[in-house]
Antibody, heavy 119, light 107 residues
Framework: EVKLLESGGGLVQPGGSLKLSCAASGFDFSRYWMSWVRQAPGKGLEWIGEINPDSSTINYTPSLKDKFIISRDNAKNTLYLQMSKVRSEDTALYYC????????????WGQGTLVTVSA | DIVMTQSQKFMSTSVGDRVSVTCKASQNVGTNVAWYQQKPGQSPKALIYSASYRYSGVPDRFTGSGSGTDFTLTISNVQSEDLAEYFCQQYNSYPLTFGAGTKLELK
């Protein structure tokens, strides 16, 4: 069974940093593109970016490219999202999601980890 | 960026009805569209990919159609468990973008 388990969320001050993790199991993590998607409270879904299996290609949504960094450790079956210079509008539930083989839609989602940006 | 417009934020329906949720892309995305269902407090779940292919385990009352810029998710014989929010997503070009969602409610 495919499982994605995010962690690392919490309260962070404006301008601060936070690193989220997503532990994957139930599939060969090293073979799949992985993405981060966020959802602000009561709002829609926003794709943050994705990383390919060997980390040689990372794509971001342009507005977040300078503040978020996506990485992965295939030996640990873990995806990461390093957040920096956070602002109140970064308050959201952050999901990791697995692409469906070579297509950039998401067959599997984690349960999300909540990041709250507040002083 | 490609904007995916779901013009109806809310739709009212009754159990047993047929309802269609629409999504319009600001540019041609071919058939590179997926649909997701999200219930309160849950993660999104994939329903449809490549505009019209039903994902594994999805009931056949869910049907996707469309190509180019206009897409539709049709739910036939709506069940109470279908009351949820539905999002479309294009994956034709970067950045990947989602529609704002359509909430299906009981009349």
């Amino acid at each position: 069974e495919v499982k994605l388990l995010e962690s690392g969320g919490g309260l962070v001050q404006p301008g601060g940093s936070l690193k989220l993790s997503c532990a994957a199991s139930g599939f060969d993590f090293s073979r799949y593109w992985m993405s981060w998607v966020r959802q602000a409270p009561g709002k829609g879904l926003e794709w943050i970016g994705e990383i390919n299996p060997d980390s040689s290609t990372i794509n971001y949504t342009p507005s977040l490219k300078d503040k978020f960094i996506i990485s992965r450790d295939n030996a640990k079956n873990t995806l990461y999202l390093q957040m920096s210079k956070v602002r109140s509008e970064d308050t959201a539930l952050y999901y990791c999601a697995r692409a469906y083989y070579g297509l950039a839609w998401f067959a599997y989602w984690g349960q999300g980890t909540l990041v709250t940006v507040s002083a | 960026d490609i904007v995916m417009t779901q013009s109806q934020k809310f739709m009212s329906t009754s159990v047993g009805d047929r309802v269609s949720v629409t999504c319009k892309a600001s540019q041609n995305v071919g058939t590179n569209v997926a649909w997701y269902q999200q219930k309160p407090g849950q993660s999104p779940k994939a329903l449809i990919y490549s505009a019209s292919y039903r994902y594994s385990g999805v009931p056949d009352r869910f049907t996707g159609s469309g190509s180019g810029t206009d897409f539709t998710l049709t739910i036939s014989n709506v069940q109470s468990e279908d009351l949820a929010e539905y999002f479309c997503q294009q994956y034709n070009s970067y950045p990947l973008t989602f529609g704002a969602g359509t909430k299906l409610e009981l009349k």
